[in-house]
């Protein structure tokens, strides 16, 4: 009880230290004290320092605020320095402003009694935590020097070893944790093990090439951001410069192509908006992966940053491994002319008036959405099937694009010539000349299917919607006109058509045809599949609009079958 009564009269004795005989300039206990003629009493350079920064003004009390016509000589104040001084023996210091004391967040002092001041080292040999009273005799005495301070820790604990209680500074590489000497020559014998100070060296290595890494990856998509502005800024005055340019054109056509123009227009803007979007999208994304590897930087600098090797190591562990970006490591943009064909469509129209209600209508529309930025290097072709299964797609044949004699199944997915005609309504779309039937999936990104042929010969093809599909003679037969590209596959030979030119090609005989396209690099491949893929015949090009898979069978009771890759 006594002591406790002791303790409070300090305190006590403290506070009246704080408030008595502090200044009211710096706020705390007075150093050489002097009372100016007003009767109040400053730290001397304290006073002195607001008098010199007066700016010539008289002198004044920064408290009473009376002012004196001559600045009064500055005197020690014996009386008040000896009371100090017989205060600060006797134990009766200044109380610690309340921002001293440890809070629920801070790092207490082990040594502190009663209310606890924060700490401000932590001793990794001791494993304590000292306030900077407590800690001055690891600065004093001579063993103390030794010892490993470090910024206050609130995980000291987790450097004990919970078997042996013994400071683990030592790392099994084996297990992968932090142990200490017992641990190496007790359950950790004959283990990979080091200190935890080489360890931390090595793991710091490592981790200061993830952080070059992810600085790289920052400058290069800060690069590919501003790329993608200087985009952005290109499709809007291609597309203002399309639009007007397609306004003139139509300002001569009057009343008959005045709905053209607005309908021009409209989708121009459409395709702007989407090219747009699709660009500040990646922009977003871009700027995102800069925010979430800048976190990460921060989070490894702080890692580094911190002394405790155990503590490194201990959180090091728990970092994730980098995710691989899914984004490219640069942007490249090809050099497109971006909305100048739709204005050469448009041209065109003024001397084909009728035919532009009907067919060529679609080639200005076509133009307008083939407007597709490359923000990414295009992907190189697979090299294996599990590479192309990647892009497979499920084909289902349109019936109303099936020839008349063309009997459907196996969902739409099958296809075999009849000797008679089928039950089919009357469609604009059916092929009347020829065996032969579209998808009915238009086909713009990468894809890939395989078609399985049984008897006689087919033709496997990819078309454009507007082929003919009435026409006589071979305008309408896939492969011999502009408008599509096939590969006729017989029971011992191949030939490859387009625009009515054959070409022979080699290659290994199978019932199994695999069809390759990448519409915006404007690749075509054809591939002979059975338990290795061999490439038959690849077309490189420009395709102007979607396309469309279809076959022709050659023959009675030939059959072509879409296969599922699913």
């Not at 005495?141 to 000291?156: E, G, I, R």
């Amino acid at each position: 009880m006594q002591s406790l009564q002791g303790g409070e009269m300090a305190q006590k004795g403290a506070q009246l230290v704080q408030e008595t005989f502090s200044c009211s300039i710096c706020l705390e206990v007075l150093k050489d004290p002097v009372t100016i003629p007003c009767g109040h009493s400053y730290c001397m350079n304290c006073i002195k320092t607001y008098w010199d920064e007066g700016e010539k003004k008289l002198p004044s009390c920064p408290q009473c605020r009376e002012t004196f016509t001559v600045r009064p000589v500055l005197v020690k104040n014996t009386m008040f320095a000896a009371l100090l001084e017989q205060m600060k023996k006797t134990g009766l210091q200044a109380a610690p402003a309340d921002h001293c004391y440890a809070g629920p967040e801070d790092v207490a002092c082990d040594f502190c009694s009663g209310r606890k001041l924060k700490a401000i080292k932590s001793c990794l040999f001791c494993l304590a935590s000292y306030c900077e009273k407590h800690l001055q005799p690891h600065h004093d005495v001579a063993p103390f020097k030794k010892h490993k301070l470090v910024d206050p820790s609130k995980n000291l604990q987790d450097n004990i070893c919970p078997r042996h209680d013994e400071v683990m500074k030592m790392f099994c590489r084996t297990d992968q944790k932090c142990i200490c000497y017992l641990c190496s020559v007790d359950e950790h014998k004959g283990h990979d093990t080091v200190s935890a100070a080489a360890e931390r060296t090595e793991r710091q290595r490592e981790m200061e090439v993830s952080r070059q890494q992810i600085q790289q990856e920052i400058q290069d998509r800060e690069k590919d951001v501003k790329l993608l502005q200087q985009e952005v800024e290109a499709i809007n005055q291609s597309a203002d410069k399309t639009v007007e340019g397609s306004e003139e054109i139509f300002t001569e056509l009057i009343s008959l192509l005045q709905k053209r123009s607005s309908d021009v227009k409209q989708q121009i803007r459409s395709q702007q908006e989407t090219e747009v979007r699709r660009v500040r999208e990646l922009e977003e994304k871009l700027q995102q992966e800069i925010t979430d590897l800048k976190r990460r930087d921060a989070e490894m600098k702080q890692l580094s940053d911190t002394e405790d090797h155990n503590q490194f190591l201990h959180n090091y562990s728990s970092l994730s491994p980098l995710s691989e970006s899914t984004h490219s490591s640069s942007i490249s943009i090809c050099p497109l002319r971006y909305f100048e064909d739709v204005t050469a469509a448009v041209s065109e129209v003024r001397g084909r008036l009728q035919d532009i209600l009907r067919d060529t209508w679609t080639n200005i529309s076509v133009a307008i959405t083939h407007v597709d930025v490359l923000l990414t290097q295009p992907e190189p072709e697979p090299t294996s099937r599990a590479g192309f299964l990647k892009y497979s797609c499920e084909i289902t044949l349109d019936p109303n694009t099936a020839h008349m004699e063309l009997l459907l199944s196996e969902e739409n997915r099958k296809v075999t010539l009849m000797k008679k005609h089928q039950s089919y309504s009357s469609h604009p779309d059916r092929f009347s000349r020829r065996p032969q039937v579209l998808s009915r999936e238009s086909l713009t990104g990468r894809h890939y299917w395989e078609v399985e042929k049984k008897a006689g010969g087919v033709n496997v093809a990819v078309s454009y919607k507007n082929i003919s599909r009435s026409a006589w003679g071979w305008e309408a037969v896939l492969g011999r006109n502009d408008k599509s590209w096939s590969l006729y596959c017989s029971s011992d030979s191949y030939v490859f058509w387009y625009n009515n030119i054959n070409t022979y090609v080699s290659g290994p005989q199978s019932s199994r045809i695999g069809v390759y396209l990448d519409h915006r690099a404007g690749v075509l491949s054809f591939y002979s599949v059975s338990e290795t893929m061999t490439l038959l015949h690849r077309v490189q090009t420009t395709f102007t609009q979607p396309l469309y898979a279809g076959v022709w069978v050659c023959g009675p009771g030939v059959s072509a079958e879409f296969c599922k890759l699913r």
